[in-house]
């Protein structure tokens, strides 16, 4: 069975889509602004930075035939809860479009803008290299820097987190080099890196004019959990679903302090035991010293959306936060609003259908009501819904499939998210 058929037969959810629907707390309704963004049908794998003052978004979409596949990586700017014309970063067949590893984007302290997208490097199904493309002109031109895995083995490299350095980037990702199969005649997907006798590693590189050589941060991680990082004033953060030797999937941090890298500490004992990858990354954010964690868990009956605080940058936690233990389907992300509470989104299941859910949660662990704030499809397809909070309102990104698949967002008032009592 292949790996995504484990998945799902672990996971056994099939889920149809419906049409979007307007947020709702359990008190009344609350009126959101519906501002797709100017993406083609098709579109797929959004992700959410800040440029300057202004949210971009980042997505793949289809340009060729279904032949062909090929794929256009594409940006645009929301100013004024309006998205500017989509510009094109990358255009080629070479893409792997895939729902859970996604290309990034983000502003290096010089000013440049730097990409990132899985690339194609082998026939192998999982043989792809995390290309790397830097733009000196606000994104009008983009040259391509090449990988940031300095290897040339034909096997997974994704699943990437960006955060600014120096003037430069700080590129992490899952690194499958040490899991190349030694046959050449093994099965064409032998090379995705899940058949070899090495292990699944997390990388990391500086990324500016050119690209460093890369540093091994941990050798045995989970094969397809995204990944995320932030910058701390002590340096950058990066946290991971580790994979231990008895196969306990639970959530990991490394910390850059005084410019060299801690060893791997699990953030909290779920004690997750599964042999399988869930494809369920962590989310973080920080400002400051404030760093906010929120990860899916399979530990408990019904599985569980569980969130902590730290307030030394990562160095430790508080304990963890239930947020919704009633049979989530996980996909999370998080960020901090300027009072200091955080804003955590999941995908949860619904009955028939699925829902994304927000909530608002203050340091000290006291939560406010979910909020529905879309009905979403929980298949694969639906990908990871994205968050950003920008000024006094949330902007929420997902994947959505009525006849067609479409990107959607509506921005949500922050006070509309019903504050912790």
Request: charged letters at 20%; a negative charge; aromatic letters at 6%.
């Amino acid at each position: 069975m292949t790996r995504i058929g484990i998945i799902w037969t672990i996971i056994g959810i099939a889920l149809i889509s419906m049409p979007p629907v307007p947020a709702r707390a359990e008190d009344g309704p609350t009126t959101i602004e519906v501002i797709d963004p100017p993406a083609s049908d098709g579109a797929m794998a959004p992700a959410l930075c800040t440029v300057g003052d202004a949210v971009v978004l980042t997505w793949l979409e289809p340009s060729g035939t279904d032949d062909d596949r090929t794929y256009r990586l594409r940006f645009a700017k929301m100013t004024d809860n309006a998205w500017s014309e989509p510009v094109t970063i990358a255009e080629h067949s070479e893409f792997f479009a895939n729902w859970a590893d996604v290309p990034w984007l983000v502003e290096a302290g010089d000013g440049a803008l730097i990409a990132t997208w899985p690339q194609k490097s082998g026939e192998y199904t999982y043989a792809y290299d995390v290309m790397v493309g830097r733009s000196d002109d606000g994104g009008d031109t983009w040259r391509v820097l090449g990988p940031a895995n300095d290897d040339s083995t034909p096997t997974e490299h994704g699943f990437v987190s960006l955060v600014r350095e120096g003037s430069g980037v700080r590129a992490f990702w899952l690194d499958g080099r040490a899991m190349a199969a030694g046959d050449a005649d093994a099965d064409a997907d032998a090379g995705h890196g899940h058949g070899g006798q090495g292990g699944m590693a997390l990388r990391t590189a500086l990324i500016g004019r050119s690209i460093s050589a890369s540093e091994v941060l941990d050798l045995r991680v989970c094969e397809c959990c995204s990944t995320a990082a932030v910058s701390t004033p002590a340096g950058p953060i990066i946290v991971y679903r580790d994979r231990s030797a008895e196969e306990v999937r639970d959530i990991s941090i490394v910390r850059r302090v005084d410019g060299a890298w801690t060893r791997p500490r699990t953030v909290h004992a779920d004690d997750w035991l599964i042999a399988a990858c869930p494809v369920n990354g962590p989310a973080l954010d920080a400002r400051g010293n404030t760093v906010v964690l929120a990860w899916y868990t399979g530990a408990v009956a019904g599985g569980a959306i569980r969130l902590a605080f730290s307030d030394d940058g990562g160095a430790t936690f508080a304990s963890p936060v239930v947020i919704d233990d009633s049979w989530p389907v996980g996909r999370v992300d998080v960020h901090l609003t300027a009072s200091g509470s955080a804003i955590v989104s999941w995908l949860d299941s619904d009955g028939d259908h699925g829902a994304v859910m927000l909530r608002r949660v203050h340091p000290d662990g006291r939560t406010g009501t979910p909020l529905r704030a879309a009905t979403a499809n929980v298949g694969r397809a639906t990908g990871f819904p994205r968050i950003k909070v920008t000024g006094s309102r949330v902007l929420l990104v997902w994947t959505d499939q009525q006849r067609t698949t479409k990107l959607r967002a509506v921005s949500i008032p922050i006070s509309a998210i019903a504050a912790p009592e």
